[in-house]
Nanobody, 115 residues
Framework: QVQPVESGGGLVQAGESLRLSCAVG??????TNWFRRRAPGEEREHIA?????????YYADLAKGRFTISRDDDKNTIFLQINNVKPEDTAVYYC?????????WGQGTQVTVSS
């Protein structure tokens, strides 16, 4: 059963850059989305999406300008680049893949931004 696995989170200082990874494994490719949850109990916010081909990318308003989604098909990994991180980017970041009948979520990776 395919399961995305996020990594790349940690403690960073405001103004730095960070690249998160969503490793899928195998040789099947999926439309993939990045979300984040900034506090327990809050809903996850959509950040960005990328299609299987990588040609189509979509960004939520919150992501425009500092976030970039990309994919490396050799590694079957989807990346989320965050530039000029801000304290309000502190959150657990999740990716999900669109499978037949629904989506499958990773376990998340924590990003904490210090000011």
């Amino acid at each position: 059963q395919v399961q995305p696995v996020e990594s790349g989170g940690g403690l960073v200082q405001a103004g730095e850059s960070l690249r998160l990874s969503c490793a899928v494994g195998g040789r099947t490719f999926y439309n993939t989305n990045w979300f984040r949850r900034r506090a327990p109990g809050e809903e996850r916010e959509h950040i960005a999406s990328i299609t299987v081909s990588g040609r189509n990318k979509y960004y939520a308003d919150l992501a425009k300008g500092r976030f970039t989604i990309s994919r490396d098909d050799d590694k079957n990994t989807i990346f989320l680049q965050i530039n000029n991180v801000k304290p309000e980017d502190t959150a657990v970041y999740y990716c999900n893949i669109q499978i037949s009948g629904g989506v499958r979520w990773g376990q998340g990776t924590q990003v904490t931004v210090s000011s």
